[in-house]
């Protein structure tokens, strides 16, 4: 009976405070959290200085370019540094010495990482593999089908995420013979599986070496490989030009 009463009064309450707000031209007083939410709602001004869009979910995979060498950690590397220009959330997987095929000191190749490291996360929005470095004594062709293997395991991991390849990254402007063999197949495979292909040599973004001139002597280390602090914040602003020209610089993964 308590009850009842309780809520017939509430009722009333409701109703009294209703008309008094209808008499003053305000309707919304009677749900404070509804007026909060007209009030900050797409036609304030409030809301839109306000609103934040969810960061794009974003992974590497890669060798000790893209995870960094002794004494660099992942955070110092391109692929952070890609992360901090373009707002994306990211996850760095991979480790040093190793590639498509090639492995280290018992460590497993990329496939073996991508399940150890990356594979049961959940989905990203978009998954860069950049390798070739490590397999440039291998054919071409025998890489080919490790990465293809690879991208196709993602696939059926993660249908929906964006995947971009990344070819080799040298560290000068004339790149072996080897290398260029891997980089080419592992093109070839790209076009085939209609994946976007990011090629740094191709693009110079390294130049110059040994012999003087271009621009290893400022970017890249004295072992000829590793790139400098600074070497890793230029590759980031080439690889971020290169996805901007994909269109993937706010990735969404689409709907499986």
Not at 196 to 209: H, R, S
């Amino acid at each position: 009976m308590y009850l009842r009463r309780a809520r017939r009064g509430a009722a009333l309450t409701l109703c009294l405070a209703l008309l008094a707000g209808l008499s003053a031209g305000c309707s919304a007083v009677a749900n404070p959290v509804h007026s909060s939410a007209v009030a900050d709602g797409p036609s304030s001004p409030a809301a839109s200085q306000t609103a934040r869009t969810t960061p794009s979910v974003v992974m590497f995979l890669g060798d000790s370019y893209t995870v960094g060498e002794s004494g660099v950690a992942p955070e110092e590397t391109y692929a952070s540094a890609t992360a901090r220009l373009l707002g994306w959330q990211v996850i760095i997987g991979g480790r040093g010495g190793t590639g498509f095929v090639k492995t280290t000191n018992g460590s497993d190749d990329f496939l073996g990482m991508f399940e150890l490291q990356l594979g049961w996360r959940p989905a990203p929005d978009l998954l860069i593999v950049s390798g070739g470095h490590n397999d440039r004594r291998l054919p071409g062709p025998q890489v080919a089908a490790a990465a293809r293997t690879l991208l196709e395991r993602v696939a059926q991991r993660w249908p929906g995420t964006h995947v971009v390849l990344m070819g080799p990254l040298w560290g000068n402007g004339t790149p072996t013979p080897q290398v260029l063999g891997v980089r080419d197949s592992l093109q070839q495979l790209a076009g085939r599986l209609g994946v976007p292909f990011v090629d740094p040599i191709a693009e110079k973004w390294v130049t110059g070496g040994a012999m003087g001139g271009g621009n290893a002597a400022r970017y890249i280390k004295n072992d000829g490989t590793h790139p400098t602090p600074e070497g890793h914040r230029y590759l980031a602003t080439r690889l971020v030009a290169d996805i901007e020209r994909l269109g993937l610089a706010q990735p969404v993964r689409d709907a499986p």
